[in-house]
């Protein structure tokens, strides 16, 4: 049978396994290994529900810890278990089981550097052959859990700056920084808090649970966090914490005087009485050491352009569309600036009418993006929420003023996220009884009115809904050339041979993708493929790939460059060699000069940018050096990572970039360093599908632009949070969310037509080019 249940007697199993089987331990398992005739034991230390996949697939996920080797930095391992063989194993094993699996497919796991796990995972189902043993213990009878039981355990803390790599330890700590829990990639929740202690010593700690309850309950800056079972390694000379089989945290307010009562969801842990002690000093300590941010600020408090923490009550709800959606909320004052009222229909607006129209006064939207969508859906009306890194816009509404706008950004930077306050916090009290005092307006006349009257009162035009009426007329788009075209169907076009040029006048009624930042590709000119921006961790594995290659010591300190080298404090001893290049011979200040580095990480590469014009890592060879796999960046400038094409790409020696060296001034520019490097340079482009109407048909255009519809180098937009918000804004000026057809603004735009040939058709396709966003539209 594929999968079997067994039971472990007298700490002995009661089935011995196959003697063809061999034991193997996590850590010797890697991409490439032979797992023919080779089990794997281990301790289920968690399991998640049972799910389908899109296909129908049963698929259940376990974590395997490997008690033989507990003290590891990777000690546990994710399973992926599908089909019927998901199932079974969802019926009959829990947490605590012990495990044995033959049979497996090993794959690299995309979650590793999230969860702290192994960086592979086994794939495991029952048309792969594979088999899985499942030990149970007897239950104990009730004489031997009496037998059992003993007094609370003692347990030692480690102060931080006594951390050791790969050590499992409880501490105590001081909340610095954190971010509020969120779905990782996986399945899993995380959430990421960065602790001090008298020591002075950071320690940022990376959580996973599937259970989200299970996760510490922080609420501010300057809580203090327990931590039982915390697993230390190092990376990139800091120490870092993850969790490990058995965390346990509890969460206590930080404010001197304030009772000490532990935040958790579990309900037995062990507190002892030296611990109060341990509390009261960390509060002392971070009321004289640590800068703690006062009360989250009041929404009568807020100013334009303001990241703010906001403490307030959730009236309603809304979707808005796939990426966002509506709070409305309140803290029973007033915000000093006329404020957006979001636009949905009432239908879909989630609250109680009667409490929405008394509170339109005091009431604000906030309209929240991405990641944090999936959480504003679950939230319960009436709850109490702290929402944090709230920012305020103000946005022109018309000639007679303007008005402010909140959005909770996507993404967790500067720990924004949404976070439940239960009644008993001590900042929900203070707001209830605050709230319970604010005078409703119009209270006794909303009781009188019908249905009819009340849902209208969702329907007024609201300044949006105005600035959409006006460009009914005026077009959010300027033609950059081509005057003399005149405007054409999109009926008659459909109906055109290709390859034609047109000019049309059209609603934008969709775009893909949604996420923006999705949108971004690179672009090679040459043999005109498209290809997605690799990941940062793919860089940083070949960077730390690189790092294993010793240095060349007869390539340093050469007629273009001077070269410095030394050897890394910590552990690994890395040698890092820095060469700076010498334009006509002679250095130049930092930000005229292009450096080339040996060793470094990716942390050590970004803060060179900063202060350096240009970085190039490269590595030695024996008679040069050379650019590392054109699956990292060859080139570094700014906050912009440029890359080359594998396909066209023919790198050169390193030394051929004495010949700009050889300049009196020389400007560095990516496109000349790719030349005479051999590197055919890949452009950022934006990449997106626009359906466009006009009445008499519909069709979709690609947008294929370097900078010039948005008015945004798409090399940027990664990295620059404000062109991001104006990309943002400007397709919601477009196509705004939630609005009917009719109130769509129109876009002028030429488009062309083109064919497209494959293996068995020929399609045409339309381009949107020589058009360009107005001025005024953001």
Request: glycine fraction near 6%; charged fraction near 25%; proline fraction near 5%.
């Amino acid at each position: 049978m594929p999968v079997q249940v067994l039971k472990i007697i007298e700490g002995k199993f009661e089935t011995p396994l196959p003697s063809h089987l061999q034991k193997e331990a996590l850590k010797h398992l890697q991409e490439g290994f032979d797992p023919t005739n080779k089990y794997i034991q281990g301790l289920v230390i968690l399991s998640y529900p049972l799910t389908k996949l899109g296909d129908g697939t049963d698929f259940f996920k376990v974590v395997l810890q490997d008690l033989d080797d507990f003290c590891s930095r990777i000690n546990s391992i994710n399973i992926l278990i599908y089909g019927k063989m998901a199932e079974d194993c969802a019926k009959v094993m829990r947490s605590g089981d012990t495990l044995v699996v033959a049979g497996f497919k090993l794959a690299k796991s995309p979650t590793a550097r999230e969860d702290g796990r192994h960086d592979c995972h086994l794939e495991m189902s029952e048309e792969a052959g594979s088999v899985i043993y499942i030990y149970t213990k007897p239950k104990p009878t009730a004489a031997s859990k009496t037998a059992s039981m003993s007094v609370a355990p003692k347990y030692v803390y480690t102060p931080l700056d006594h951390l050791k790599d790969g050590t499992i330890v409880n501490l105590y700590g001081i909340v610095k920084f954190f971010k509020p829990p969120y779905v990782s990639k996986g399945t899993d929740y995380c959430s990421v808090v960065t602790l001090v202690d008298p020591s002075s010593v950071k320690l940022t700690c990376t959580l996973f649970n599937g259970n989200l309850n299970s996760l510490p309950k922080i609420y501010k800056v300057g809580d203090i966090v327990r931590f039982h079972r915390i697993k230390i390694r190092e990376y990139n000379g800091q120490m870092q914490g993850v969790t490990s089989a058995g965390f346990a945290s509890l969460t206590f307010d930080g404010t001197v005087g304030a009772p000490v009562v532990p935040r958790t969801s579990s309900k037995v842990f062990t507190f002892m009485d030296e611990e109060q002690k341990i509390i009261e000093e960390l509060r002392v300590w971070a009321a004289s050491n640590l800068s703690i941010c006062g009360p989250a600020a009041k929404l009568s408090g807020v100013q334009p352009m303001l990241f703010f923490d906001l403490t307030c009550q959730l009236i309603g709800k809304a979707k808005v569309d796939g990426s966002s959606f509506l709070l409305k909320v309140w803290d029973g004052t007033k915000c000093p600036y006329p404020t957006w009222k979001v636009p949905v229909e009432a239908r879909d607006l989630e609250g109680e009418k009667l409490l929405l129209h008394q509170l339109r006064n005091l009431a604000v939207d906030i309209l929240v993006y991405d990641n944090h969508v999936q959480l504003a859906k679950s939230l319960k009306i009436g709850s109490f929420l702290r929402i944090y890194s709230i920012h305020t816009k103000q946005v022109s509404a018309d000639k007679d003023g303007s008005r402010i706008e909140f959005h909770l950004h996507g993404g967790t930077c500067y720990g924004r996220g949404i976070g439940v306050l239960p009644e008993s916090n001590p900042d929900v009290k203070e707001l209830k009884e605050f709230l319970e005092s604010v005078e409703l307006a119009d209270s006794q006349h909303m009781e009188s009115m019908s249905s009819v009257e009340l849902d209208s009162t969702f329907n007024n035009i609201t300044d949006l809904e105005l600035h959409l009426q006006r460009c009914q007329e005026l077009s959010v788009t300027v033609l950059t050339d081509h005057q003399d075209l005149s405007n054409t169907e999109l009926k008659t076009i459909l109906n055109s041979t290709a390859p034609q040029q047109f000019r049309i006048r059209a609603k934008l009624r969709t775009y893909k993708p949604q996420k923006l930042h999705q949108s971004i590709k690179l672009h090679c000119s040459k043999c005109n493929s498209l290809t997605e921006i690799p990941d940062g961790d793919d860089f940083d594995c070949i960077l730390q790939g690189s790092a294993m290659t010793s240095p060349n010591p007869e390539l340093h300190n050469t007629s273009w460059y001077e070269s410095v080298m030394w050897t890394t404090q910590d552990q690994k001893q890395r040698k890092i060699v820095i060469h700076f290049v010498k334009p006509d011979e002679m250095l130049k200040a930092p930000e005229d000069t292009l450096l080339m580095i040996e060793g470094g990480t990716l942390k050590e590469l970004w803060r060179l940018t900063k202060r350096f014009k240009c970085v190039i890592p490269v590595r030695s060879t024996e008679d040069d050096l050379e650019l590392l796999d054109l699956s990292a960046p060859f080139l570094l400038q700014g906050n912009t990572k440029y890359y080359g094409c594998k396909q066209c790409s023919t790198p050169k020696p390193i030394k051929n970039l004495s010949s700009i060296a050889a300049e009196e001034q020389p400007s560095w520019e990516p496109t000349e360093i790719a030349q005479v490097l051999g590197i055919e340079l890949l452009q950022y482009v934006f990449i997106m599908k626009f359906t466009l109407v006009d009445g008499t048909g519909a069709l979709n255009a690609y947008l294929f632009d370097y900078e010039k519809f948005f008015q945004i180098p798409a090399s940027e937009i990664l990295t620059n949070c404000f062109l991001q918000q104006k990309m943002q804004m400007t397709m919601n000026t477009l196509c705004p969310p939630g609005r009917k057809l009719d109130d769509l603004p129109w876009l002028e735009c030429f488009i062309k037509s083109y064919h497209v040939r494959d293996e068995t058709k020929r399609q045409v396709c339309y381009q949107i080019f020589d058009t360009t966003i107005a001025e005024d539209v953001v």
